[in-house]
């Protein structure tokens, strides 16, 4: 119980940040090695999309279906940075497993509202991080390397509406306070229950054998 009681703190924390006002390129990008404290913060950010760089991360699921999670490079305006942004997901071709699907990416100024993330989360996969646009996992001092990009610690996961092709029903973090209430409940019932087996066979059963 103490467990989920620090869960529900957690989570509360998570829900006020998202509550907070939403921070700019500068402050995300003058965070530099402490946005991690930024995550759950609402942004709103202007920059260019690196469009060569984008990447496909294979076997994710959005709406009970497998898919991509489409990674593309935002350059910051005026800020000096770059923040890898998960733009939404799109189902993959099932018949051609190397087509890419039809993804729209701006060119020119945008404008990119979302959440700051954790980098996007790894499966198991028992080659390297690879290379190409559609992967597995993305390393990040392996992608930075690689395009050359001063890449944040963070992402920033975009928020709103289906556009440019990509859904963004993304699934709300959660502390799995369940759980905890789970495991009480069962050990509230077993500790019910060796009472109730103590009480039977220690004072009832005897009883009843003596009349």
């Known amino acids: 119980m103490s467990r989920?009681?620090?869960?529900?703190?957690?989570?509360?924390?998570i829900e006020q940040r998202k509550g907070m006002p939403a921070i700019g390129a500068a402050e995300l990008a003058a965070a530099g090695g402490t946005a991690g404290s930024l995550v759950h913060r609402q942004v709103e950010l202007r920059g260019t999309w690196v469009?060569?760089?984008?990447?496909?991360?294979?076997?994710?699921?959005?709406?009970?279906?497998?898919?991509?999670?489409?990674?593309?490079?935002?350059?910051?305006e005026g800020a000096g940075g770059a923040v890898l942004v998960?733009?939404?997901?799109?189902?993959?071709?099932?018949t051609d497993r190397a087509k890419l699907p039809l993804v729209e990416t701006p060119a020119g100024p945008v404008v990119v509202r979302?959440?700051?993330?954790?980098?996007?989360?790894?499966?198991?996969?028992?080659?390297?991080?690879?290379?190409?646009?559609?992967?597995?996992?993305?390393?990040?001092?392996q992608f930075r390397a690689e395009t050359g990009l001063p890449l944040l610690g963070v992402s920033v996961q975009q928020t709103g509406p289906a556009s440019e092709g990509l859904l963004r029903d993304w699934p709300e973090p959660t502390t799995g306070v369940e759980?905890?209430?789970?495991?009480?409940?069962?050990?509230?019932?077993?500790?019910?229950?060796?009472?109730?087996?103590?009480a039977w066979f220690q004072f009832i059963a005897p009883r009843r054998k003596r009349h």
Not at 4 to 13: N, P, R
Not at 179 to 198: D, K, N
């Open 114 to 141: 979302g959440l700051v993330a954790p980098l996007p989360s790894k499966l198991y996969d028992f080659g390297s991080a690879g290379s190409g646009p559609i992967r597995q996992n993305l390393d990040l001092a």
């Open 86 to 94: 998960e733009r939404g997901w799109v189902q993959r071709n099932f």
């Open 4 to 13: 989920a009681s620090q869960k529900l703190a957690i989570q509360a924390a």
């Open 51 to 76: 469009a060569p760089g984008t990447v496909y991360l294979d076997n994710r699921q959005m709406q009970a279906k497998p898919g991509f999670y489409v990674v593309t490079p935002l350059r910051l």
């Open 179 to 198: 759980r905890h209430y789970g495991y009480a409940f069962q050990w509230w019932a077993l500790a019910v229950l060796i009472a109730t087996l103590y």
